[in-house]
């Protein structure tokens, strides 16, 4: 009796996605078919500069048109792919496609009279630490008939600092390509910004967590204002992220924060879209 209830028993307490070990492994067969199907897309968000507004890029955020349950977010699904390596392959797909992209804007004329417009990509931990991750970068890069000027690269504190010893060589290989070098969601590990001296970085993400909670609270204010504060006295950018009120950008603007993406300036949009977008300012 028990077994003849079974599957329906099974069905009506099925766990959400990658609960279990085999949700698991159904995702990361998945998620290899969804990359040879081309299911992955990237989406692009603005980045505008504080002082006159231009358009300095766009961030390149992953997402998945997956064929049953729609289009998905990182978060539900990078965590698997760093579990079984498949991050390697699809990290490698995002940092082509994104150069792809940014050929294509200026094969057709869209950087025109905008900044830099580079896009910046999200890096895994598992591919930064991946020994000859600079010559990956180049050999895509030359596949690709990109520059490294087109590019910027995002990394956590927490893969910096886990790989102190490899990462200024990385970094500066990377730099020599021409590529621009970013920490995102900076506030939230456990970095402190002298460590981050020793490297060579070109630009600071401020953690849309803080930026969340300004203008009023002020203890995101006080944190907030000393890292601008000081990431610009040591000589590097800083990108807030998650601005979604003028109050936001004020308060940020006049500490000193340089460049702004968020809601208030646009959402990720799929390229078609941003294309649109850039070309009606
Ligand atoms: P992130 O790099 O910190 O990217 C910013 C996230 O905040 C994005 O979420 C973006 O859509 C969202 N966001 C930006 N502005 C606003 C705003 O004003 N309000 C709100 N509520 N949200 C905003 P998304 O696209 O879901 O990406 C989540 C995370 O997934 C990213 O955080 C990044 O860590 C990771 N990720 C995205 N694409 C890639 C990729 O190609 N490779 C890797 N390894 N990670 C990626
Ligand atoms: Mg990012
Ligand atoms: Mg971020
Ligand atoms: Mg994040």
């Not at 890096?123 to 000859?132: A, E």
């Not at 070109?202 to 609270?217: E, S, T, W, Y």
């Not at 610009?232 to 000193?256: D, F, H, K, N, S």
Request: net charge negative.
């Amino acid at each position: 009796r028990a077994k003849a209830r079974g599957r329906a028993t099974y069905q009506f307490f099925e766990p959400s996605l990658a609960e279990t070990a085999y949700a698991d492994l159904v995702l990361e067969a998945e998620l290899a078919q969804g990359l040879t199907r081309n299911e992955f897309e990237l989406f692009f968000q603005p980045q505008v500069e504080a002082t006159t507004g231009q358009l300095s890029g766009a961030e390149a955020l992953l997402r998945w048109r997956h064929p049953q349950r729609g289009l998905l977010s990182p978060d539900s699904f990078i965590f698997v792919a760093e579990r079984h390596r498949l991050m390697l392959a699809l990290g490698e797909w995002v940092l082509r496609e994104a150069a792809l992209t940014a050929r294509r804007w200026r094969e057709q004329g869209l950087t025109q009279g905008h900044g830099p417009m580079r896009i910046a990509v999200n890096l895994s931990r598992m591919q930064f630490h991946l020994d000859g991750f600079a010559d990956t970068v180049k050999r895509v890069l030359d596949e690709s008939h990109a520059k490294g000027q087109w590019l910027e690269l995002e990394l956590t504190e927490r893969m910096l600092i886990d790989d102190i010893e490899h990462a200024p060589t990385t970094l500066a290989q990377l730099r020599a390509l021409g590529l621009t070098v970013s920490v995102d969601d900076f506030g939230t590990g456990y970095t402190s910004l002298a460590h981050l001296t020793e490297l060579p970085l070109d630009k600071l993400k401020i953690d849309q967590g803080f930026v969340a909670r300004l203008p009023d609270d002020v203890g995101a204010q006080a944190i907030t204002r000393a890292i601008v504060q000081m990431a610009v006295g040591l000589g590097l950018t800083v990108t807030a992220e998650g601005v979604r009120t003028a109050a936001q950008w004020q308060l940020l603007a006049g500490w000193g924060c340089q460049q702004f993406q968020g809601e208030l300036v646009g959402s990720p949009m799929p390229a078609a879209e941003f294309e649109a977008w850039v070309r009606a300012r």
